[in-house]
């Protein structure tokens, strides 16, 4: 018997009854039953293809430290993107590594207007018009020192860097490119670019913000791919945000916006994904984060290993983007989940 005021024991609770009404394990029984309340979903078009270019013909040269990634060369971008349009990803985001003797302190071989890029845009837009074409706006893959802005002395200049890059991006525009994404975290940078574009008349051509970039040491296999590793001089923590603050991400985000922004992104992604879901809270614009090199390494080492189920593996953590509040998810891994969504989960 048990006493008024006392609890009762765990013998003496009838667990059926308790439960009745409160088993959350119900719906978890049958497939089925875990689609029908599935609150976040995965799809095609939340992917976006990073691909690295490289000069030549017909080349497909494997990155080393990225597992099936390869570099490809301006006639095998075209190629992927048209594969990118057969398995209907949306969108491809264009990285070119520059021959050494072609990079230089003034980053003159970004003004060229047959560099890897612009060549790529050309051909991509001869081969398909299915697939958006985004370009990356930075300097650190034409640089002799590696950073993402002119150098005077042993500074980074904001406003010249940004100067340069206007011009790229220019170019970018006349390419065909659709979307300019600035990557190099200089101040001001989004309004230049902005008005530039306008002035030119490409009032129609979108900008994807780096909005919060964090000074990462999840980059070193994209600096291998692009070929920035090997002439970075010093580090980038002078521009790029520090990996200890949030707050300070939703003031990039806000000043990205008013100065004309059409989208913003998070980088790197699954170590931000707070800042992901605080920036889509905060400001309920297109947001879109970028599962970097590091990322998608450790994932493939990890699988290597016999450590996880690759296939898995990717599928979750691109659920756990969307789960956060991305829109759209850049990874290398968007040809195979396009793959793999097609054949359902």
Not at 228 to 233: G, H, N, R
Not at 312 to 326: H, I, Q, Y
Request: charged letters at 25%; hydrophobic letters at 45%.
């Amino acid at each position: 018997m048990t006493k008024i005021g006392t609890p009762p024991s765990v013998d003496e609770l009838d667990m059926a009854t308790i439960l009745q009404g409160r088993r959350l394990r119900r719906p978890r029984q049958a497939d089925w039953s875990r689609r029908l309340v599935r609150e976040t979903r995965l799809s095609v078009d939340d992917l976006i293809w990073p691909i690295f270019l490289v000069d030549g013909q017909g080349v497909r040269q494997p990155v080393e430290s990225m597992p099936g990634v390869d570099r490809l060369s301006v006639d095998e971008a075209a190629i992927a993107a048209k594969h990118a349009a057969d398995l209907g990803i949306p969108a491809i985001a264009l990285f070119p590594y520059t021959d050494p003797s072609l990079r230089d302190e003034g980053a003159t071989e970004a003004l060229n207007p047959g560099n890897l890029v612009c060549a790529a845009c050309r051909a991509i837009k001869e081969a398909t018009t299915d697939v958006g074409v985004i370009t990356d706006v930075a300097l650190d893959p034409y640089t002799s020192h590696g950073q993402d802005g002119l150098m005077v002395g042993d500074e980074i200049v904001n406003d010249p860097s940004v100067a340069h890059m206007t011009v790229q991006a220019i170019l970018h525009a006349e390419a065909g490119a659709d979307v300019i994404a600035p990557s190099d975290m200089m101040d001001g940078r989004v309004g230049a670019l902005r008005q530039a574009l306008d002035a030119k008349g490409y009032t129609n051509t979108q900008i994807m913000a780096y909005a919060a970039k964090y000074a990462s040491a999840f980059y070193g296999p994209f600096r291998d791919a692009v070929g920035s590793s090997a002439t970075l001089k010093g580090d980038k923590r002078t521009y790029q945000m520090d990996p200890a603050n949030g707050d300070e991400a939703l003031r990039e985000v806000a000043l990205d916006v008013a100065e004309g922004a059409d989208m913003v992104m998070v980088k790197p992604g699954m170590p931000y994904l707070d800042v992901v879901h605080r920036v889509k809270q905060s400001f309920s614009v297109p947001t879109f984060a970028y599962q970097v090199s590091g990322e998608f390494s450790m994932i493939h080492a990890a699988a290597a290993n016999g450590w996880t189920d690759l296939e898995r593996t990717m599928l979750e953590s691109l659920v756990a983007f969307k789960r956060a509040g991305a829109d759209g998810i850049l990874t290398y891994f968007a040809p195979a989940a396009a793959e793999r969504l097609a054949r359902g989960t």
